[in-house]
């Protein structure tokens, strides 16, 4: 490298003292020891305030190659020759002749439409800026305003939606008077305390059913499929629940397989007793009302009228030992599962029957009402329940026959299959073969019939039979026994 000669008047003024080799003569008296003139410590009070915390390694500056925690914008080149084309920051850049400047032109400002500052609502109401009046007369529009809005308001509302009315108003009517006595209300009312329901439950199985209590002593009527499960067995629990809602345990007095009867009895004080009526006063047509508890809904009443009257319908309960032909009233009450052993009621509040069976067109059996019930006259049901009260059994008059039915086209009858020995038949002479087409006043139609003919007389009654043998109608005089 050359370098030019020194002019030693300039060396003299600019050059560095003698002895002096490098930037800083330590041999200044001037200059401190260190070459840094250090000031005063800073009061305590400044240092808390704004010196680091104790045992802090935080500095102001970062550490020579530590990366900021934040990117930051990137600096601008200070040479022109630094990788960007600017010609401007180039001074070897040609000159270029370009459109002659024009100056923008300015938007022309708005008229200023201020009037003077707003009032808040402060000032106006407290701050006194507006006058006590014109605040009433705001106060007053505004009412007005508001008021017209929700008359509006409601016009559109009405018209939008014509089948509402805020105005109406239902008429009311006069209390009802008393009901006429006769009336299915009026029997309901009396009659439907009288009546029970009946739950029976022997181990994991139970059933459910209805009675009609008839005496004071708390003796309840039902059939005997409503609680032949209990019967003779240990553990067996029966239960009535009154209309009130009274659960009282009960006991079984006795029970007759041959009519589906049975008589329960539980130990209550003063309960309701169902009158009874007559039922061979009964006459097709007339109106009968049917109380019990149908599927365990106890208290249901249903109406209806006397279909058929002296019906030989026979009863075979599945899982019962029920074996019986009644002599039954036919109704087209509804009744269901549950109001066995429930109470049919004439049109004075009577009990005339107790109800028992229904047709269903169901399989089996199952179904429900289709307008076909049958009750146990209550005519036979006191004499049953009288004679089960006072010995817990119940004897039947038996003419010693087996019979089926039979028909020749002009007449009906029941057939003798075999006569038993000893029996009364036996007695009376009626022979294999012989058609029984009356029993005493009643005439026989059939097998049925004849079972119940029979049964409507006492042990030991002289009865007259009439038979044909042979083509001749023959009368004969059995002794039941």
Not at 43 to 64: D, H, I, T, V
Not at 324 to 333: E, K, L, M, S
Request: net charge negative; proline share 7%.
């Amino acid at each position: 490298m050359q370098r030019p000669a020194v002019d030693p008047s300039q060396s003299s003024t600019f050059g560095r003292p003698k002895g002096v080799t490098g930037s800083f003569d330590p041999n200044r008296r001037d200059v401190p020891t260190r070459g840094i003139e250090q000031g005063p410590p800073p009061p305590e009070a400044l240092s808390k305030a704004f010196g680091r915390p104790r045992a802090s390694s935080e500095k102001l500056q970062r550490a020579p190659g530590e990366q900021p925690m934040s990117p930051e914008p990137a600096e601008e080149p200070a040479l022109w020759n630094s990788g960007e084309s600017d010609p401007w920051r180039n001074p070897a850049a040609g000159a270029v002749i370009g459109p002659p400047a024009l100056g923008e032109e300015q938007e022309e400002k708005p008229e200023s439409t201020e009037t003077g500052p707003l009032l808040s609502a402060r000032e106006v109401l407290f701050g006194r800026r507006v006058h006590p009046r014109a605040l009433v007369i705001l106060a007053v529009v505004a009412l007005l305003i508001g008021l017209a809005g929700g008359l509006l308001g409601r016009i559109t509302a009405e018209e939008g939606n014509p089948l509402t009315n805020p105005d109406v108003t239902l008429a009311e009517v006069e209390q009802g008077k008393d009901r006429p006595k006769g009336t299915v209300a009026a029997v309901a009312q009396r009659v439907v305390p009288a009546v029970v329901s009946i739950e029976v439950r022997v181990g994991a199985q139970g059933g459910s059913g209805s009675g009609v209590v008839i005496d004071g002593n708390g003796y309840v009527v039902t059939n005997n499929h409503v609680i032949s499960m209990a019967a003779d067995t240990p553990g067996a629990l029966v239960s009535t629940v009154f209309h009130d809602g009274t659960r009282v345990p009960a006991r079984i007095v006795g029970r007759d397989v041959k009519t589906d009867l049975a008589v329960i009895k539980v130990e209550v004080s003063n309960p309701t007793v169902a009158q009874l009526g007559r039922s061979d006063e009964l006459a097709v047509g007339d109106e009968v009302i049917a109380i019990g508890s149908p599927l365990g809904l106890a208290g249901t009443v249903t109406t209806g009228i006397v279909s058929s009257v002296h019906r030989p319908m026979r009863l075979a309960g599945e899982g019962t030992d029920t074996n019986a032909v009644i002599d039954a009233i036919q109704t087209d009450a509804a009744i269901n599962p549950g109001n066995s052993g429930g109470a049919l009621v004439d049109g004075n509040g009577a009990v005339v029957g107790i109800n028992s069976a229904i047709r269903t067109l169901g399989a089996g059996g199952e179904g429900g009402s289709i307008g076909l019930g049958f009750a146990i006259p209550i005519d036979d049901v006191r004499r049953i329940a009288e004679e089960l009260i006072r010995t817990g059994n119940v004897q039947h008059a038996d003419l010693g026959v087996n019979a089926k039915s039979v028909s020749d086209g002009l007449a009906d009858g029941a057939q003798v299959q075999n006569v038993q020995d000893g029996s009364a038949a036996a007695a009376a002479g009626i022979a294999e073969g012989d058609v029984i087409i009356r029993v005493g006043e009643r005439k026989v139609a059939g097998a049925d019939e004849l079972i119940v003919a029979v049964d409507r007389h006492q042990v030991g009654e002289r009865v007259p039979v009439t038979v044909v043998r042979q083509g001749r109608e023959l009368v004969l005089d059995v002794t039941l026994r």
